[in-house]
């Protein structure tokens, strides 16, 4: 069992920055991929980016290339979403998962992953 809490949400103006954390339990998170997802009201959740456990391969969606980075501390079980030049359709709950040990899938639909956190709600609005 692996549980995950997200941290670093809030409310933010546009075009500002945020950086959101993932810190996970137990001795199996370097040997995992790791994703955020996201979730707008009335929405369904959507990927954002990914980090594979191997080559610690980072992919996003479209709509967020050139403005969020993953990145992956395994020394700390953590996973990082650094957000910049951030837009009101950006608001939303994020939500980090993890896959499978060892998956080689790079994962972009909420099937991939097995783990989930609770969420933090992001706002960016003036």
């Known amino acids: 069992q692996v549980q995950l809490v997200e941290s670093g949400g809030g409310l933010v103006q546009p075009a500002g920055s945020l950086r959101l954390s993932c810190a996970a339990s137990?001795?199996?998170?370097?040997?995992?991929?790791m994703g955020w997802f996201r979730q707008a009201p009335g929405k369904e959740r959507e990927f954002v980016a990914g980090?594979?456990?191997?080559?610690?391969?980072?992919y996003y969606a479209d709509s967020v290339k050139g403005r969020f980075t993953i990145s992956r501390d395994n020394a700390e079980n953590t996973v990082y979403l650094q957000m910049n030049a951030l837009k009101p359709e950006d608001t939303g709950v994020y939500f980090c998962?993890?896959?499978?040990?060892?998956?080689?899938?790079?994962?972009?639909?909420?099937?991939?992953?097995?783990?989930w956190g609770q969420g933090t709600q992001v706002i960016v609005s003036s």
């Open positions: 137990g001795r199996t998170f370097s040997s995992r991929s």
């Open positions: 998962a993890a896959q499978r040990i060892l998956s080689p899938i790079e994962g972009n639909t909420t099937t991939n992953y097995v783990y």
């Open positions: 980090i594979s456990w191997r080559f610690e391969t980072t």
